[in-house]
Every structure is written in structure tokens, then in C-alpha cells.
């Protein structure tokens, strides 16, 4: 069920299929799921891609909303809520994992010399090794 479709094996669709006949309700669950999930995977779009994605994502979330059912509701809710984020992910693919690998750096630095007395020596060591 975590599984995406596109990503199954025969046996595991089989499986699934089978599931599904026995729990008919998740089958549309499951559907939804898939539709929403290859949504939020989409990348680098430009501005008028973004325009046609933006208002069928919304759809979506307002069917979440209206499920009835407490966990699509609150899912519902907390896409609503980072609805702007998810639509900026879509039209830039930027992030701070550059950032982060220097500020990791940095803090090795500080471990192995136990803590700098003067913040130039320190400061010189960063320039040095993140440079």
C-alpha cells in the first residue's frame, strides 16, 4: 500500500489487486493516494505548468478535507496549511544542502580542536578547509 503502482512487482500487484477485492473501500483510498503522490513529485516545472498543477492540487486537498475520515482530514488540513511551500517546490528546485554541509564542517572543526580561545584562529581554520 506504501508502495508506489508504477514500482510494483507482478506478484506485489497481484497481491494488492487481491487486497483490494477483499477491502474494496481502500482501492479508492489507494488511488487517491497515487494521484496525489505523482503531484508532489513533480519538479522543476515553469510558470504556466505550475498554474495548471496549483488548482488540481487544491481539488485534492478540499476532497481531502471532506473525506470524513480523520487522518485524510488531517492530512488535508496540513497540506492546506504548507499549500504556498508545496507550490514554490514546484517552480524551484533550490536548496540549503550546501549550507548545511559547511555548518557541519564547522562544527567538526570546533570538536577536534576542542573549542577555540581566539575566534581569528578559528575563523582562519574555517576559511582554510571550507574554502
Given at each position: 500500500m506504501r508502495r508506489h503502482e508504477n514500482?510494483?512487482?507482478?506478484e506485489q500487484r497481484i497481491k494488492l489487486y487481491k487486497y483490494f477485492d477483499d477491502y474494496p473501500g481502500l482501492e479508492t483510498v489507494y488511488r487517491f493516494k497515487q494521484k496525489l503522490c505523482k503531484i508532489?513529485?513533480?519538479k522543476s516545472r515553469n510558470h504556466d505548468q505550475v498554474k495548471i498543477l496549483a488548482p488540481k492540487f487544491?481539488?485534492?486537498i478540499e476532497q481531502l478535507k471532506s473525506s470524513?475520515?480523520?487522518?485524510l482530514v488531517k492530512l488535508g488540513k496540513t497540506l492546506h496549511s504548507w499549500k504556498y511551500e508545496i507550490a514554490r517546490m514546484w517552480r524551484f528546485t533550490k536548496n540549503n544542502g550546501i549550507t548545511e554541509g559547511f555548518h557541519t564542517k564547522m562544527e567538526m572543526i570546533t570538536r577536534r580542536a576542542f573549542g577555540f580561545r581566539n575566534f581569528e584562529n578559528?575563523?582562519?581554520?574555517?576559511?582554510?578547509?571550507c574554502a
Open positions: 514500482k510494483l512487482k507482478p508532489l513529485l513533480l487544491f481539488k485534492y470524513g475520515l480523520p487522518a578559528y575563523r582562519l581554520r574555517v576559511k582554510m578547509l
